[in-house]
Structures are given as structure tokens and as C-alpha cells.
């Protein structure tokens, strides 16, 4: 029986969803999950790809409500062909079913392709390859990447529901699509303390994200740090699932962090920078915002949307461009800090209890369309 709602509550039900260790779909659904648990609600994540590291099963030690499942299942974007993804996908369906769910909300959408779950399904446009390449590489999709699409599309039309983390990226879904989904702005929970590291440098710059993919355009970072005085640092990883990888020249490597270095790192709020060419939000923008960071970023639609007056922006390829923006901010402490103030400002609207409510409200609307149908079927066969 369906649990009962009172305005966006999620108490009581069960929800299962996906997730991956692999980049920011880890930390939106951590802190999703966490909002959802903290309301009465029991969830299942589905963790594919990659088994989660140590560091991120700790931050799961104090969700109560939450069940941790490492599924070892192909991710759609690094699986060797479709029926990898729909054996994938028939597996979640047998996990969904034993959970008993109310709900499921997938973090990937190739797995909503085929027969229904029984229960309503949403499905959460982060990111995929027919939009990632017309922004990074245009024209037609290669055949590796057109049949990865034709499951995204399946599944786009297959969901009950949509959402997407910026209209930018909800007016790309329906331009590749032909699909609407509805928008709540990602969030992210400030990191409570951070580890002491060795001195990190004075008036530095900093970056942060998949390293290796192409979509973050960190070949140009890299090139601005041959150009700058002051120390560029990068974090995350050069190495992705996919096979894709990126070698370093200027950047200084900083390795892959978890989230309490990753706040020490931003703790002295160095000047963040992005030159990304797809993002379809950017929760290490996010995280370096609510540091105080000033944020010099990319000139796409996504940023504009989502930061506003409050950033710096410079076109992708212009590195010129983004290290005098770096140089002028780290040279004039006075102007630095007021971006980092407007920043932390703007930071404010992406909140996780926001996200958290932003979604659930969807998970009620869901939930009662369901319940009604059901009502109109019985009513009909009565």
C-alpha cells in the first residue's frame, strides 16, 4: 500500500534508487538520500560501476534508513554494447522487486528502457553522450556512442517523470529529445571540518572535477598554468572508467580527494576556476562557492544560469583570457574576497534541504498519479 502524503513528506515510503562512485551523481545522491532518510524515508541505492571507496562508505555510516548496495553492473556510458546495459537493467528490476519499493528514481536513464517497474519511476537527467558531444566534440554521434543514446532516449520515454539540474541542461534534453523535464537545482551539504594538510601556497588557484574528460576542458587550465605566476592546483582523477585520460603539464596534481580534503583545499578560498564546455550543473563549482572561492568560470549557459553576476566568465578556448581573470583576482586580496562573498551568496539558493524538498514534492506528485490511476483502473474493472 502506498504510504500516505502530506504536502512534499516523503515518511514512509521506499524508494529505490541508482547511483555511481564514479563522479558528482555520488555526492548528489549522498546528499539527496540523506535529506530523504532524515524525513522517515527508506531508501535502496544501487551503487554500478566501480565498487565506492572506503571514504565514501563512511560518509554513508550515519544515514539511518539507507541501504548500501554495490551491484557491480556496467555503467551505460562504459558498458561494451547494448545488452550489457539491458541485462544491466533487468537486474535492477529484479532488485527493485525485491525491495518492495514504492518509488524508483534512477540516476540512469538507459536503465528505465523496457517493461515497467509496477511502481512510478523517475528518472534524473545528469548528463549523457548526445548532448555532451554535440557540446565538446558536434555533428553526428559515432556508432559506440549512437546506440548509448538510443538507450538514453528509451529510457527518457519510458520514465514517468523527468528532472533535470538547470534549465540549461533541460533545454538541451529537449532539443537532442523531444522530452520536457521538469528542473530542481542540484545541491550540496557543506562539509562539516576539514583535515590539516601540509601549508598549502598563498594567493593560489584551483580547479576540481573528472580531469580526464574532455567535457571539463582542463587542457586549458593546464595551459594557464604555464602562463600564471601563482601555483594552479587540480584535484580528481586523470584516469576515467571509460578509458579516456589526461597527462598534466603546468596543473599541480593534487590526486583524487575525498570531501573533508577536498574542503581543506578550499578552505583558504583560492580562486576557482572552470573552463568546462559541458556542465550540466557543477557541484565543485558549488562546493568551491560555499567556500568563499571567487569563481572564474566558462561562458556557457549552464554557468550564467546558475552563478550569474557573481563569477567571472571567459570563453572556453581563451586562455589569455582566464589567466588574467586569475592573476587580477589573486593580485587584489580586496576584490577577491568581495567575489568570494557574492559567491557564497549565491551559493545560498543550492542548499541540499532545497534539492531534498525540490524532489520530494516531485515524489508526491508522482506517487498520488499513480495512486489515482490505480483508483480509475479498479473502479473500470469493478
Known amino acids: ?46 551503487v554500478l560501476g566501480p565498487v565506492p571507496t572506503a571514504a565514501q562508505c563512511a560518509e554513508t555510516d550515519d544515514i539511518d534508513g539507507l541501504r548500501l548496495l554495490a551491484t557491480g553492473l ?17 537486474e535492477i528490476r529484479t532488485l527493485i522487486g525485491q525491495t518492495d519499493a ?59 517523470l523527468l528532472v533535470a539540474p538547470s534549465a540549461a541542461f533541460a533545454a538541451e534534453t529537449v532539443a537532442c529529445y523531444g522530452v520536457t523535464p521538469r528542473v530542481v537545482p542540484n545541491g550540496r551539504a557543506r562539509t562539516g571540518g576539514a583535515r590539516a594538510l601540509p601549508s598549502l601556497p598563498t594567493g593560489f588557484a584551483f580547479t576540481a572535477g573528472r ?45 583524487e580527494l575525498d570531501s573533508l580534503d577536498m574542503a581543506a583545499h578550499l578552505a583558504p578560498a583560492p580562486v ?7 556542465e550540466p550543473f557543477g557541484l565543485a563549482v558549488l562546493e568551491a562557492a560555499q567556500a568563499g572561492c571567487a569563481l572564474v568560470l566558462s561562458d556557457i549557459a549552464s554557468f550564467r544560469e546558475i552563478w550569474g553576476d557573481s563569477a567571472e566568465y571567459v570563453d572556453c578556448d581563451d586562455v589569455a583570457g582566464f589567466a588574467a581573470a586569475i592573476e587580477r583576482l589573486i593580485d587584489q586580496p580586496a576584490l577577491r574576497r568581495g567575489r568570494g562573498a557574492a559567491a557564497v551568496d549565491r551559493a545560498r539558493r543550492y542548499t541540499a534541504g532545497a534539492m531534498v524538498q525540490g524532489t520530494a514534492a516531485l515524489y508526491a506528485e508522482l506517487l498520488d498519479g499513480f495512486a489515482k490511476t490505480k483508483r480509475v483502473a479498479m473502479m473500470a474493472t469493478a
Open 211 to 255: 580531469l580526464w574528460d574532455d567535457g571539463k576542458n582542463v587542457v586549458t587550465l593546464d595551459q594557464v598554468a604555464g602562463v600564471i605566476k601563482a601555483p594552479f592546483l587540480a584535484a580528481g582523477p586523470l584516469q576515467g572508467a571509460n578509458g579516456a585520460g589526461i597527462r598534466l603539464a603546468h596543473l599541480r596534481h593534487c590526486g
Open 272 to 278: 576557482f576556476a572552470s573552463a568546462a564546455r559541458y
Open 102 to 160: 514504492d518509488l524508483v528514481h534512477l540516476n540512469h536513464a538507459a536503465l528505465a528502457a523496457g517493461p515497467g517497474f509496477g511502481v512510478p519511476c523517475l528518472v534524473a537527467c545528469h548528463s549523457c553522450v548526445a548532448t555532451w558531444w554535440q557540446a565538446v566534440r558536434g555533428g553526428d554521434l559515432p556508432a559506440d556512442l549512437a546506440w548509448r543514446r538510443d538507450l538514453v532516449a528509451a529510457g527518457y520515454a519510458a520514465a514517468d
Open 74 to 90: 556496467p555503467l551505460d556510458w562504459t558498458a561494451l554494447d547494448a545488452e550489457d546495459v539491458r541485462l544491466a537493467a533487468a
Open 1 to 46: 500500500m502506498l504510504p500516505g502524503l502530506t504536502g512534499s513528506t516523503v515518511a514512509g515510503q521506499r524508494i529505490f534508487m541508482t547511483a555511481d562512485a564514479v563522479g558528482g551523481i555520488w555526492q548528489y545522491a549522498i546528499d539527496l538520500v540523506r535529506g530523504l532518510c532524515a524525513q522517515g524515508a527508506e531508501v535502496t541505492l544501487a
